[in-house]
């Protein structure tokens, strides 16, 4: 019997070969900087692990202590206020903008750029810092208001009442993608729909509740689903800006976690934390998804 050779530009040349191997960088990444860290965090969330010592296995002791932390439950309530209320603000404002930028004029490409540059630069350490410097006591915000003669000397950052929404201020600014996916799918809406219901006699509130509205909700829900993961995930404005303060008003679940892992060196219950933010953010998701039927229209543009 004659055995099989491999051949090797037979196989180099075949299509799936192909396929594979310029798929070979994304499988190794994602195996070597996802997969396998998911993997070692689930582990360490059942250790006592300080990152000094090697990790002791204690079982669920991690996850039991959370319901023991009076500073867990309050960075959850904290997270949820903060992504329901700016992720609806982000949302409306980003769909006003577009219906105000939808018109095409000589300058809606630069209008267009200004409103989406606060998306890419919105959430970096700079922009923190300046926006930290804003709402300072001597900041521009203050500055501003005494110069229409009201009271200037209020410390926006130092007011449990106040400080929450200065971060929440900060991530409607951002509603640049939001805003660009919205205007993609105004253009998609037929212009014959409205020239129809021109003709029967619809204003523009009607044509907007009764045919903008409804074809966009797919949209909506897209990008309610993504805003909403990034409001939970939401890390640098905390961080930069307040730290939590004052009285953890402001500090995130996010945060909270990064300081028991790096801060505290409390890693064991830092990985727990992350396991448990995994599972709040795919609850929430599975709640939405199981509310589309009831609000989404699924009759496509």
């Not at 491999?6 to 075949?14: A, D, E, R, T, Y």
């Not at 992720?87 to 490409?109: H, W």
């Not at 009271?151 to 805003?179: C, E, H, K, N, Y």
Request: charged residues 10%; glycine residues 8%; positive net charge.
């Amino acid at each position: 019997m004659k055995k099989n050779k491999f051949n090797l530009n037979h196989f180099l040349n075949q299509e799936n070969t192909a396929g594979v191997i310029f798929s070979l960088p994304f499988i190794i990444g994602f195996l070597l900087f996802l997969l396998v860290p998911m993997a070692i965090s689930l582990y360490y969330s059942f250790c006592d692990y300080n990152i000094l010592s090697p990790p002791t296995f204690v079982g669920l002791k991690n996850y039991i202590k959370m319901f023991h932390d009076e500073t867990f439950f309050k960075t959850i309530g904290v997270t949820f206020y903060f992504a329901f209320v700016s992720v609806p603000l982000r949302l409306v404002f980003a769909l006003i903008v577009a219906l105000i930028l939808f018109k095409s004029t000589k300058a809606t490409g630069f209008y267009r750029a200004i409103y989406y540059l606060p998306s890419i630069i919105g959430g970096s350490v700079a922009v923190s810092i300046l926006w930290k410097r804003m709402f300072a006591i001597d900041g521009v915000i203050n500055r501003l208001l005494g110069a229409m003669g009201l009271p200037s000397a209020f410390s926006w950052l130092g007011d449990i009442r106040t400080a929450i929404w200065t971060l929440i201020i900060l991530a409607v600014w951002q509603f640049g993608s939001s805003m660009l996916i919205f205007l993609s799918s105004l253009k998609q809406i037929p212009t014959t729909l409205y020239e129809a219901s021109t003709v029967d006699g619809a204003g523009k509130i009607k044509r907007f509740f009764h045919i903008t509205l409804p074809l966009l909700t797919p949209t909506i829900f897209f990008n309610l689903v993504m805003q909403m993961i990034n409001g939970f995930l939401a890390f640098t404005q905390c961080y930069i800006i307040t730290q939590g303060k004052p009285m953890n008003s402001t500090l995130f679940y996010t945060v909270y976690m990064y300081q028991q892992s790096f801060e505290y060196y409390n890693t064991g219950y830092g990985a727990a934390l992350a396991w448990i933010m995994l599972a709040i953010v795919g609850l929430v998701t599975l709640v939405i998804f199981g509310t589309k039927k009831f609000w989404v229209y699924e009759g496509g543009l």
